[in-house]
């Protein structure tokens, strides 16, 4: 064989060679890009599983307030007598035997229905629970300390639905009663 059949040879396998690995390189691309589909077809799988297990908590939760709507449950009266009795119990609780076990029944009979009154006195502030209507200086309680419990807040089914109202500690220099000068500043 000539030197010019080997050289021919050697140029006839090079594209041939080059193919196989083009080849190569395509099946390893095909293999990512499939791999990648199956872990999206997985995570859709599980967010449709998430969807599914909240819409029935969900359904769970309006079927249930849909009962204490049908049931007639006039929420109007439940929430009056709710604060007039949850502001006599926080004043009174501490001396009171009897006071206590009425407001354990009640609460009982609340949280039956899905309603927990929000009395959070001495806690700390949360805007998703509370809304401070005044602050007061109290060098006893730390900053933003629930000092006083205007109105309840109730929550229906884990859901606030009415905000405390609640007057907050605010230690400072500004007059007690009154919100810091520095808490309120015009913009200009």
Known sequence: MSIWSKLAGLFKTSPDR??????????NDLQVIQEMIRNLQKRERRQAQNIER?????????DRLQAQMNAG?????ITSFTDSLSI??????????????????????????????????????????????????????PENTI???????????GRVTRPAVVVINKPGNGEPGHPEPSLHREQV
């Open 73 to 77: 449950l006039p929420m109007q009266a």
């Open 88 to 141: 006599y119990y926080l004043r009174n609780h501490e001396s009171d035997q009897a006071l206590n076990q009425v407001w354990s029944r009640y609460t009982a009979l609340l949280q039956e229905m899905g309603i927990e009154p929000i009395l959070d006195l001495k806690e700390k502030f949360d805007d998703t629970r509370h809304h401070a209507c005044d602050t007061r200086q109290h060098p006893d309680y």
């Open 18 to 27: 080059q193919e196989d690995t083009e080849e190569q390189e395509e099946q």
């Open 147 to 157: 000092l006083e419990v205007v109105r309840p807040g109730l929550m229906v089914s």
């Open 54 to 62: 909240m819409l029935h908590e969900l359904g769970a939760r309006m």
